[in-house]
């Protein structure tokens, strides 16, 4: 069975671009998340989607957003990089009824320069 | 704000030795906990899954919950060196199903040989 699939691994940026990033679940799941992990914060929650919904959204400025695909695949988009968007953006995926806990993928690791 | 809060570490321990790895959560309607562990350089993995008071035990990891203190524990039996790494307490709560986790910033875990 396959797992999470983030794509691209790293990208490097520069500052007041805008980036997209894309995760394929594992099959069969309805509920994709993702995260911002960086040294000093730990992981930090950006948003969730079910069934093409928006289920839940954490604080983040409206610079990052996201949609969900009908085959439930993901993407997340940051418009006008700052240099503190630098971090590995994590996507997550579970059946979506609650409680099952996530697969994460390996993760988008994003340079701001 | 809902908050799960872990030692940061860094927790050494000896090969063979007992590790146990604590983690507080403030909403007391949480339901479902879960223990990741994450190597230097890669996504978290999914290690435990604990929904009721007590213990779980799976091969060398047991997983206790007590609801009343807030209180997740992860006992690791007979540490071995690559069980270092940084291991990461998750809490999900009564959102209706969905699958958001609030993270603890994790205990950086280290077994000497």
């Known amino acids: 069975k396959a797992g999470v699939t983030q794509t691209p691994r790293y990208l490097i940026k520069t500052r007041g671009q805008q980036v997209t990033l894309s995760c394929s679940p594992i099959s069969g799941h309805r509920s994709v998340s993702w995260y911002q992990q960086t040294p000093g914060q730990g992981l930090q929650f950006l948003f969730e989607y079910f069934s093409e919904t928006q289920r839940n959204k954490g604080n983040f400025p409206g610079r990052f957003s996201g949609r969900q695909f009908s085959n439930s695949r993901s993407e997340m988009n940051v418009s006008t990089l700052e240099l503190g968007d630098s971090a590995l953006y994590l996507c997550?995926?579970?059946?979506?009824?609650?409680?099952?806990?996530?697969?994460f993928g390996s993760g988008t690791r994003l340079t701001v320069v | 704000q809902k908050e799960v809060e872990q030692n940061s570490g860094p927790l050494s321990v000896p090969e063979g030795a007992i590790a146990s790895l604590n983690c507080t959560y403030s909403d007391r309607g949480s339901q479902s906990f879960f223990w990741y562990r994450q190597y230097s350089g890669k996504s978290p993995e999914l290690i435990m899954s604990i929904y009721s008071n007590g213990d779980k035990e799976d091969g060398r990891f047991t997983a206790q919950l007590n609801k009343a203190s807030q209180y997740v524990s992860l006992l690791i039996r007979d540490s071995q060196p690559s069980d270092s790494a940084t291991y990461l307490c998750?809490?999900?709560?009564?959102?209706?199903?969905?699958?958001?986790?609030?993270f603890g910033k994790g205990t950086k875990l280290t077994v000497n040989p």
């Open positions: 997550a995926s579970s059946p979506g009824q609650g409680g099952y806990g996530y697969t």
């Open positions: 998750a809490v999900n709560g009564p959102q209706g199903g969905s699958e958001k986790l609030v």
